[in-house]
């Protein structure tokens, strides 16, 4: 069911958003060159300790996870682009990291994600990563662009691929942006790619993550032997970028703007 939320209700979800948003910062202040990745985990769970916020994360059970996340924060690294659960590996200079974290704060859920490279990258990868993870932004800047009150969900769709086909990447549709509100994932499903002036309408009061992640040379995935990573399948790096947006009537609004 996809639900609209009253002025005051997205109000209410502005900490949320400020606090994903700060946390993720936090995270990405802390990696570095030697940092494990369940540091960084650790990082975000004393955030919601001490914040007295709940994990979206540790219990979390869909039918394409093997078990229950167990971690607060999710961090994919080089072929890893999505779902990446922490373990007990140190960053390495030139490792493309992308994190991604949602929170419910006084019941209200906001989701993001962030890519970047830790350290230097490698002479040789430094263009393609700057490139990848530019993209990334370049095409949620867009989708959020395109969240106007009238439009249709394929819009967001139809402007992330514009910016991907542009840069050379092909997209995979298994998973994209969604509903966010109580619950971390709802309808409606916002894939990376769309005709513009289909789907669902966006109303004032829809919430929505949107999230394009793109692979350098493939479309394909498959999942780690951890149950929950997905990485490509020929290797090549992933990058990804998100935003929990409300639909006003003046048009889309950050919620974990950083």
């Known amino acids: 069911m996809i639900e609209l939320r009253t002025p005051r209700e997205i109000e209410e979800m502005r900490p949320a958003g400020r606090f994903v948003a700060d946390v993720l910062l936090a995270v990405r202040a802390a990696a570095g060159v030697g940092?494990?990745?369940?540091?960084?985990?650790?990082?975000?769970?004393?955030?919601?300790?001490?914040?007295?916020a709940e994990s979206c994360y540790i219990d979390y059970h869909p039918s394409f996870g093997a078990m229950p996340f167990g971690k607060t924060l999710c961090t994919s690294v080089n072929d890893g682009v999505l779902?990446?659960?922490?373990?007990?590996?140190r960053l390495r200079d030139g490792d493309l990291l992308s994190i991604d974290f949602a929170a419910s704060v006084n019941g209200w859920v906001s989701d993001s994600a962030m890519s970047f490279v830790v350290g230097t990258s490698a002479p040789e990868r430094a263009e393609a990563d700057a490139k990848l993870i530019r993209t990334t932004e370049v095409a949620l800047d867009a989708g959020i662009a395109a969240a106007q009150p009238g439009k249709k969900v394929g819009d967001i769709s139809a402007a992330i691929a514009e910016v991907a086909h542009?840069?050379?990447y092909s997209i995979n549709t298994d998973f994209g942006g969604h509903g966010v509100g109580r619950t971390m994932h709802g309808d409606p499903?916002?894939?990376?790619?769309?005709?513009?002036?289909?789907?669902?309408?966006?109303?004032?009061?829809?919430?929505?993550?949107?999230?394009?992640?793109?692979?350098?040379?493939?479309?394909?995935?498959?999942?780690?032997?951890?149950?929950w990573t997905l990485r490509s399948a020929d290797g090549s790096r992933g990058a990804?970028?998100?935003?929990?947006?409300?639909?006003t009537e003046d048009g889309p609004l950050i919620l974990t703007a950083r």
Do not use: C, Q
């Not at 940092?35 to 007295?52: F, Q, T």
């Open 83 to 89: 779902h990446g659960l922490p373990f007990d590996y």
């Open 166 to 168: 542009g840069a050379g």
């Open 35 to 52: 940092v494990n990745l369940l540091e960084l985990d650790e990082v975000a769970h004393k955030m919601i300790r001490d914040r007295g």
């Open 189 to 227: 499903h916002v894939p990376n790619d769309g005709r513009a002036g289909r789907g669902f309408p966006l109303k004032p009061g829809l919430v929505i993550a949107v999230e394009p992640w793109f692979l350098e040379t493939t479309a394909e995935i498959y999942t780690d032997a951890d149950g």
């Open 240 to 247: 990804h970028s998100e935003h929990t947006i409300a639909i």
